[in-house]
Every structure is written in structure tokens, then in C-alpha cells.
T-cell receptor
Framework: EPEVTQTPSHQVTQMGQEVILRCVPI?????FYWYRQILGQKVEFLVS????????KSEIFDDQFSVERPDGSNFTLKIRSTKLEDSAMYFC????????????FGPGTRLLVL | GNSVTQMEGPVTLSEEAFLTINCTYT??????LFWYVQYPGEGLQLLLK?????DKGSNKGFEATYRKETTSFHLEKGSVQVSDSAVYFC?????????FGTGTRLQVFP
């Protein structure tokens, strides 16, 4: 069964460093998302992406964040200058077509900023 | 605004016990509702969903009914197994983004 994959599974970085989190969505999916979950808190929406453009972004998704689909398979989240409060589990998700269809999630990347 | 409220965990049960995890929502309109499950060390998996009032979603013995009158989507299972131990998230969809509850950890003991 097709699935969303994410790399790395864990990343430790120093405050101020740039990180890139990678996702490979399901191959025939057209809509892509990033969510995050700070330890002990809710899963929160960050950004949605369709047709090589951001569709919607949350207040969390400030200028330090960017997303890109550099080729036909990868979908990346970049944090330019990490802060301690960026430590969280980051989930990528994708869905196929019509609004309201199921979003399929990857296993997540646990980011720790020291 | 749109939000989801779940019961606090952890919920601790013996194998074969009956499970209820409460979920209520606040929303404009009638959004689709979801239960996702996160097994230890894994990502979020869709467990079941319901797209309109009175719909019942079901999967793997779990059920939830979309109740418009009580704005609820409680998760139930008649007989839990140790393998059901996981974190369960209730969610609604709003303008193509999922809004999650805080999650409820279920621990099932033999």
C-alpha cells in the first residue's frame, strides 16, 4: 500500500542553524501539508501546498519557514534559523484530489533544537 | 472558531473491556469528522471518518457516529485488545486543514 515517507526520523540541531525536513508524498497525490506537534500539545496545521504554490498557512508559518517541491516526488520544509521553540514532531501529509478527501500522514520527523 | 475537545487521558482498560473516548466539536457548518490513531513510534493513521450528520464511521471494530444535536463524535469499541494501545486523535476538516484535539492515550492491559 502506498504511504507517505519522511526523512530523517530524528534530527538534532543547534539554535540558529537551518534544517530541511523531507517528505515523499504518495505518488498520485496533488495536495501536500505540513503539521507539527510540540510535545504534549495538539497537532497544529502549518501549511498547505498545491500546484507549486502555498494554498494556506498558519500564523506559526512565519518568514523563517518555507516549503518547496523541488522535483516530482519530494516535498520539503525548511526552517532557516531554528529556535528552541521549533522543537517538535513534524508531520507531512498528502491527499489525492477533491476537498475533504482523507489526508494521509507520514511517520514524522522529531526535531530537537538545542 | 473551529475546535475539537477530547477527554483527557490516559484511559486504562483491561483487555475485552468496552471503550469510549469522548470528542465534541465547535464548527461553522457541518464539517467532516475524523479519528486518527498513532501507534507507538509511528505516524498518524486514519481510523475512521464521517462526512455528514448521522453517518457512522467504522473500522477494525471501532465506531463513531456524527451527532449534530450534541456536536459529538465519540469513539467506541466493544472489546479492546492490547494491540489497540495507542494515542487517538479526533479531528475536523476546515478549509482543507485538519483541526485536531489534544489526543487521548489508551493503554490496554492483558
Amino acid at each position: 500500500e502506498p504511504e507517505v515517507t519522511q526523512t530523517p526520523s530524528h534530527q538534532v540541531t543547534q539554535m540558529g542553524q537551518e534544517v530541511i525536513l523531507r517528505c515523499v508524498p504518495i505518488s498520485n497525490h496533488l495536495y501536500f501539508y505540513w503539521y507539527r506537534q510540540i510535545l504534549g500539545q495538539k497537532v497544529e496545521f502549518l501549511v498547505s501546498f498545491y500546484n507549486n504554490e502555498i494554498s494556506e498557512k498558519s500564523e506559526i508559518f512565519d518568514d523563517q519557514f518555507s516549503v518547496e517541491r523541488p522535483d516530482g516526488s519530494n516535498f520539503t520544509l525548511k526552517i532557516r534559523s531554528t529556535k528552541l521553540e521549533d522543537s517538535a514532531m513534524y508531520f507531512c501529509a498528502s491527499r489525492q484530489g477533491a476537498p475533504g478527501e482523507t489526508q494521509y500522514f507520514g511517520p514524522g520527523t522529531r526535531l530537537l533544537v538545542l | 472558531g473551529n475546535s475539537v475537545t477530547q477527554m483527557e487521558g490516559p484511559v486504562t482498560l483491561s483487555e475485552e473491556a468496552f471503550l469510549t473516548i469522548n470528542c465534541t466539536y465547535t464548527a461553522t457548518g457541518y464539517p467532516s469528522l475524523f479519528w486518527y490513531v498513532q501507534y507507538p513510534g509511528e505516524g498518524l493513521q486514519l481510523l475512521l471518518k464521517a462526512t455528514k450528520a448521522d453517518d457512522k464511521g467504522s473500522n477494525k471494530g471501532f465506531e463513531a457516529t456524527y451527532r449534530k444535536e450534541t456536536t459529538s463524535f465519540h469513539l467506541e469499541k466493544g472489546s479492546v485488545q492490547v494491540s489497540d494501545s495507542a494515542v487517538y486523535f479526533c479531528a475536523l476538516i476546515h478549509t482543507d486543514k485538519l483541526i485536531f484535539g489534544t489526543g487521548t492515550r489508551l493503554q490496554v492491559f492483558p
